[in-house]
T-cell receptor, first 119, second 110 residues
Framework: GAVVSQHPSRVICKSGTSVKIECRSL??????MFWYRQFPKKSLMLMAT?????????EQGVEKDKFLINHASLTLSTLTVTSAHPEDSSFYIC???????????????FGDGTRLSIL | QKEVEQNSGPLSVPEGAIASLNCTYS??????FFWYRQYSGKSPELIMS????GDKEDGRFTAQLNKASQYVSLLIRDSQPSDSATYLC??????????FGAGTTVTVRA
């Protein structure tokens, strides 16, 4: 159980292109989804928190117009990197958690990540 | 002070030995704690969760939590080469977010 699917796994594209990444919870309803980016040999950096049916909450320093997040249903969130540039090249990972439960103990389950390379 | 501190390693242990990973956190309000394993080039994978003080065992893994000391640890018994990875400590902070440590890289020598 608790499978999160992320697609595509790898993208190589030209500077100025917009790239959409999908994150789906396959066997549970994800009340909240999270988007992270990770640079080589660094830890995960939270970019934004996405709740179904409402606007995403972005972390400080993350440009919301650059990284568009849509959480259209309880099983799907998308991240669009608009007008991507080489400095946006990174490993982008989504995660999802189910419900609230007792003290909100449900863990986050991660997708396989998307390696984005902007030429 | 970082929110979550872990020794970066690398922690090198021989096959069959115990690997001991430590983590301290700064948010006293954290009530849930998770350990994730991340292989190179892959995304994190949940291996343990712990919510109460004391020990929690799951197979070869034991998590230990001491909220008064703001300390959580992970023991890997009978370490195998397949355990070679980076282990991320992640306390849950507000709004269901996780605060990730930089991770401890473990290398198990065959």
């Amino acid at each position: 159980g608790a499978v999160v699917s992320q697609h595509p796994s790898r993208v190589i594209c030209k500077s100025g292109t917009s790239v959409k990444i999908e994150c789906r919870s396959l066997d549970f309803q994800a009340t909240t989804m999270f988007w992270y980016r990770q640079f080589p040999k660094k830890s995960l950096m939270l970019m934004a928190t996405s709740n179904e049916g409402s606007k995403a909450t972005y972390e400080q320093g993350v440009e919301k117009d650059k990284f568009l997040i849509n959480h259209a249903s309880l099983t799907l969130s998308t991240l669009t990197v608009t007008s991507a540039h080489p400095e946006d090249s990174s490993f982008y990972i989504c995660s999802a958690r189910a419900g609230t439960g007792v003290m909100g103990n449900q863990p986050q389950h991660f997708g396989d990540g998307t390696r984005l390379s902007i030429l | 002070q970082k929110e979550v501190e872990q020794n970066s390693g690398p922690l090198s242990v021989p096959e069959g030995a115990i690997a001991s990973l430590n983590c301290t956190y700064s948010d006293r309000g954290s009530q849930s704690f998770f350990w994730y394993r991340q292989y190179s080039g892959k995304s994190p994978e949940l291996i343990m969760s712990i919510y109460s003080n004391g020990d929690k065992e799951d197979g070869r893994f034991t998590a230990q939590l001491n909220k008064a000391s703001q300390y959580v640890s992970l023991l890997i018994r009978d370490s195998q080469p397949s355990d070679s990875a980076t282990y991320l400590c992640a306390p849950k902070v507000h709004d269901y977010k996780l605060s990730f440590g930089a991770g401890t890289t473990v290398t198990v020598r065959a």
